[in-house]
T-cell receptor
Framework: DAGVTQSPTHLIKTRGQQVTLRCSPK?????VSWYQQALGQGPQFIFQ???????QRGNFPDRFSGHQFPNYSSELNVNALLLGDSALYLC???????????FGPGTRLTVL | KQEVTQIPAALSVPEGENLVLNCSFT??????LQWFRQDPGKGLTSLLL?????REQTSGRLNASLDKSSGRSTLYIAASQPGDSATYLC?????????????FGSGTRLSIRP
């Protein structure tokens, strides 16, 4: 049983570009959350998707958007990249109603 | 609003010592609390998960305790080894406005000297 997978592993972009990160949840999970971890900080909650809808959002600008597909996989899109968007982006999945989130290995985004 | 504080922010000890990492959180209405390990530049590795109804969990040389009423958790590492060097993150999971999410502390950066 594959756990949570994320792609790509690493990504380098320049300021102003747009990026899409992908996440496949653990088998049987229907809820996906995204977190941003800047260097030296703990991960910060971006948003959570359930039944293809954004269920909750953290304190992130509208440049951050997401999508969940019918197979529960998810994408995180960031527009108009800033240098400060450089971070490790983590995806976590769970089954709605349960209480344990499982994390993927993350995507390291560098904005130059 | 849940806030998580981890003390100390950094710790360096010689190999073989027993040590305690501390975590405090402001909202005691949590489902569970996880301790994660993170190696430099890597993702998160879950070490222990304590349900809100439990007082402690043990895995090998690791023991985590939870006092939900006082908003505290500790991670005890016995007989530390250089391979334990990493950042340790405390992460309570709660229900906030129709979604469950984890609020992380900033971590304790642990260095074990050979």
């Amino acid at each position: 049983d594959a756990g949570v997978t994320q792609s790509p592993t690493h990504l380098i972009k320049t300021r102003g570009q747009q990026v899409t990160l992908r996440c496949s949840p653990k088998s049987g999970h229907d809820t996906v959350s995204w977190y941003q971890q800047a260097l030296g900080q703990g991960p910060q909650f971006i948003f959570q998707y359930y039944e293809e809808e954004e269920r909750q959002r953290g304190n992130f600008p509208d440049r951050f958007s997401g999508h969940q597909f019918p197979n529960y996989s998810s994408e995180l899109n960031v527009n108009a990249l800033l240098l400060g968007d450089s971070a490790l982006y983590l995806c976590a999945s769970m089954t709605s109603g349960e209480d344990t989130q499982y994390f993927g290995p993350g995507t390291r985004l560098t904005v130059l | 609003k849940q806030e998580v504080t981890q003390i100390p922010a950094a710790l360096s000890v010689p190999e073989g010592e027993n040590l305690v990492l501390n975590c405090s959180f402001t909202d005691s209405a949590i489902y569970n609390l996880q301790w994660f390990r993170q190696d430099p530049g890597k993702g998160l590795t879950s070490l222990l998960l304590i349900q809100s109804s439990q007082r402690e969990q043990t895995s090998g040389r690791l023991n985590a305790s939870l006092d939900k009423s006082s908003g505290r958790s500790t991670l005890y590492i016995a007989a530390s080894q250089p391979g334990d060097s990493a950042t340790y993150l405390c992460a309570p999971l709660g229900w906030y406005s129709s979604a469950s999410k984890i609020i992380f502390g900033s971590g304790t950066r642990l260095s074990i000297r050979p």
